[in-house]
């Protein structure tokens, strides 16, 4: 069957676009071939720093022929309806439509039918359709439109027939050649004619812009492959990434070196070149005095290269105090895009005296920042100047939630706060606290924004604080994400806690959620953050208190920032009764969202998520690892044959009370009455739920629920012995009423526990 080869070659495509430009070109044309009726068999995308390619293999050589039938208006209905209905069908008189019949009576149908196109002239028209509404996130407008514009919306064609839409071709840049080729394996192909912007398709590519600029004849995707890398274009970014990491680890190996692998480097680096070239440099190893991750960084972010080290210290990209960065080696690897005939020894020159010049910025910013602070030295250390003038600054956090200023003040009371809940000393997390952001206004952070928190840990380290306060400063942002690592020193546990809590409860306070996919504050990564840090580390902490309060502290930073703008506005204080007391409704609400973050984190897990609202239903669960020990030993016990079954029994009794209830309007709530039960049944589980009720509630007072399960399993067989052999809708009224009040004891019993209502099966 024949394939379809399709490459749109342009001056250029950035790094960071192509691996989505490459899956959308090939998710359009195929979704459009498809539609067309030219089902394939498989297709392949492809992107380099010039080129998109496709190739589609097992087209058919035209669609198929079409027959359809379209229902139209009934007989005798109005003139306008049935022109309305010849001109959507292409009929020219009602007369080639025919009548049908259904219980409404006679309405007229057309048959269309659609002979099958050569598969060319439908790729024809679908490629310049597609190339025209291409959805680069940013492009440009180029190009000699045949159109003159009328107002902003609406233009005019060379017929003077008004057209809307944009008469500029829109591409990442400049579109310089398209090569289009259709046909089948083992012969010819012929060029899909079709011309975008004055630029007619063919059979003819480019190799590599300088080492084979001449035109390539290309008949399909093979040749096509194979001609592009004898010119010096590897198509593939996969395979090109494969030749980058194999080499440089091979350049660093002959130099008796380690490469520190970076995959978001590599794959950058891949999307710049087409023809990769691995060379060595070095520079002044007086710059390893610097801390290794800002050597790192500076390499990394103003060359795109590698950094490597020594093969004896690969724990680690560095040391933390003294002489920083020893196990980091003064070389780096790059990757050009050309066999230089000099060995590449002008290309590796000039990055070594870029990267000299862009590590003497660093080595001066990092000195800088460990000096006083102009204006500032009377707030005492470096980092304390620099907190100073964060505070000086009034940079605003939120116009809502006051400075970054008033939220450090606000985060160190709360770390405060909570330290002795984590087994952290209150001082040290409060030091810790005031610190953590003072290296927003350092230099060195100034120019790599990615070293906050890391380059703060090295200033506090710098200027004496404890190790701990050091470290937080560092981890009190960890995790960023499901993979990273959780802080487990008890001072960073309690700051991380503080500063993702303040942001949680501020923006509940003044009712800035996230919607639907929008999440513009990363409000659900901070709570994934705060249930993380808790279940990582066992953390026994009730988080309700800890939002009432910290609200107070919100509402009072909002009053402030209303004065300071003149007015005396304040956060309406709404509350409502949670666990026997009055909260605000909002913390609610936010513990009801950390209920759902709790669920998508152990649904990714393997756990049941209708467990942990069987849980949360409760009412007054606020401590998530205790929560998690629930759902887990609620788990365990459904998982049994005992569970099930009596999962399936309380179902029962509830879904009778729901509806009796509903019926007689009376809440059957009460005590049941001894005397009233007359089969052996119901006076067997009248006995058996007196006694495991007690057990379950005793367990549950200890936390022991997997006990609490156990007590409860008891209740299995006199519960289905029940259902089989008493009849709940007794004649005798009283009775009835009775029975009814024993199935709530059932409810009731595993109430203790959790409600089994919320759990499905």
Request: net charge negative; with cysteine; glycine share 8%.
């Amino acid at each position: 069957m024949p394939d379809l080869l399709l490459e749109l070659s342009s001056e250029e495509i950035p790094a960071r676009m192509q691996r989505k430009a490459a899956e959308d070109l090939r998710k359009l044309v195929t979704d459009a071939l498809v539609e067309a009726g030219l089902v394939y068999e498989g297709a392949r995308a492809f992107a380099t720093p010039r080129r998109l390619a496709l190739t589609v293999h097992g087209l058919p050589a035209r669609s198929p022929d079409r027959r359809e039938e379209k229902k139209g208006p009934r007989v005798g209905a109005p003139a306008k309806a049935v022109e309305g209905f010849l001109k959507s069908a292409g009929l020219t008189s009602i007369d080639q439509a025919k009548v049908q019949q259904d219980k409404k009576g006679d309405f007229y149908v057309a048959v269309v039918e659609q002979p099958g196109r050569p598969a060319p002239e439908v790729i024809a028209e679908i490629v310049p359709r597609i190339v025209r509404a291409f959805p680069w996130p940013k492009a440009m407008h180029w190009g000699t439109p045949d159109f003159v514009m009328v107002g902003d919306d609406y233009v005019t064609d060379s017929d003077g027939n008004y057209v809307i839409g944009d008469p500029w071709l829109k591409w990442v840049r400049p579109l310089q050649s398209i090569l289009c080729v259709f046909g089948p394996e083992t012969e010819d192909t012929e060029v899909v004619p079709f011309e975008i912007d004055g630029i007619r398709s063919g059979n003819v590519t480019r190799g590599h812009r300088f080492m084979a600029p001449g035109e390539i004849v290309v008949r399909r995707f093979d040749d096509y492959a194979a001609k592009l890398e004898k010119a010096k274009v590897v198509l593939d970014a996969d395979r090109r990434k494969e030749i980058i990491l194999a080499d440089a680890r091979n350049a660093a190996l002959a130099a008796n070196l380690d490469l520190i692998e970076d995959e978001a480097l590599l794959e950058e680096i891949a999307g710049l070149v087409e023809w990769p070239v691995v060379l060595m440099g070095s520079f002044d190893a007086a710059f390893l005095e610097l801390p290794p991750e800002v050597v790192r960084a500076t390499i990394r972010n103003n060359q795109k290269c590698f950094v490597l080290r020594r093969p004896q210290e690969t724990g680690s990209a560095g040391g933390a105090t003294g002489k920083q960065g020893t196990s980091l080696a003064p070389n780096f690897a790059l990757v050009a895009n050309i066999e230089a005939s000099d060995g590449g020894k002008q290309i590796v020159a000039g990055n070594g005296r870029v990267i000299r010049a862009r590590l003497s910025d660093a080595r001066y910013f990092w000195e800088t920042d460990l000096k006083p602070l102009p204006g500032y030295e009377a707030a005492g250390k470096p980092l304390d100047q620099r907190l100073a003038k964060l505070k000086a600054l009034n940079v605003v956090f939120h116009e809502k939630l006051g400075t970054q200023g008033e939220r450090v003040e606000r985060i160190a009371r709360l770390a405060k706060e909570i330290a002795p809940l984590v087994g952290a000393d209150p001082a040290k997390a409060e030091r810790a606290a005031l610190l953590a952001k003072g290296d927003l206004t350092t230099e060195m952070v100034g120019e790599f924004p990615e070293l906050q928190g890391l380059m703060g840990k090295y200033y506090a380290l710098a200027q004496g604080e404890d190790a701990s306060v050091a470290a937080t400063i560092e981890d009190h942002y960890k995790p960023l994400g499901p993979t990273d690592r959780v802080p487990t020193d008890p001072v960073a546990i309690a700051v991380a806690l503080a500063d993702k809590l303040d942001t949680l409860v501020g923006f509940w306070a003044i009712d800035e959620k996230p919607t639907g996919s929008k999440d513009p504050y990363a409000l659900r990564r901070a709570a994934l953050g705060v249930i993380r840090v808790v279940l990582e580390n066992g953390l026994r902490i009730q988080l309700m208190p800890l939002f009432d309060r910290h609200a107070t502290a919100v509402r009072s930073t909002f009053a402030e920032v209303a004065r300071r703008r003149g007015g005396s506005f304040a956060i309406a204080r709404v509350t409502r009764e949670w666990s026997g007391r009055q909260v605000d409704v909002e913390n609610i609400d936010l513990l009801a969202f950390f209920a759902d973050r709790l669920k998508v984190q152990l649904r990714e897990q393997g756990a049941r998520h209708d467990l942990v609202d069987a849980v949360f239903a409760l009412g007054g669960q606020d401590d998530l690892l205790l929560i998690v020990r629930r759902v887990e030993a609620l788990g365990t016990f459904l998982d049994t044959d005992d569970g099930k079954t009596l999962l399936a029994g309380v179902k029962r009794a509830a879904n009778i009370l729901r509806d009796e209830e509903k019926k007689s309007g009376e809440a059957y709530a009460g005590p049941v009455e001894p005397e009233l039960l007359t089969e052996p049944e119901e006076k067997a589980l009248f006995e058996a739920i007196g006694a495991a009720d007690g057990k379950v509630k005793s367990a549950v007072a200890i936390e022991d629920f997997a006990g609490a399960m156990t007590a409860l399993a008891a209740l299995r067989a006199p519960v289905d012995a029940f259902f089989e052999k008493v009849r709940v809708n007794a004649d005798d009224a009283a009775v009835r009423a009775n029975r009814l009040r024993l199935l709530n004891r059932i409810r009731e019993a595993t109430l203790a526990v959790a409600d089994f209502s919320k759990v499905g099966g």
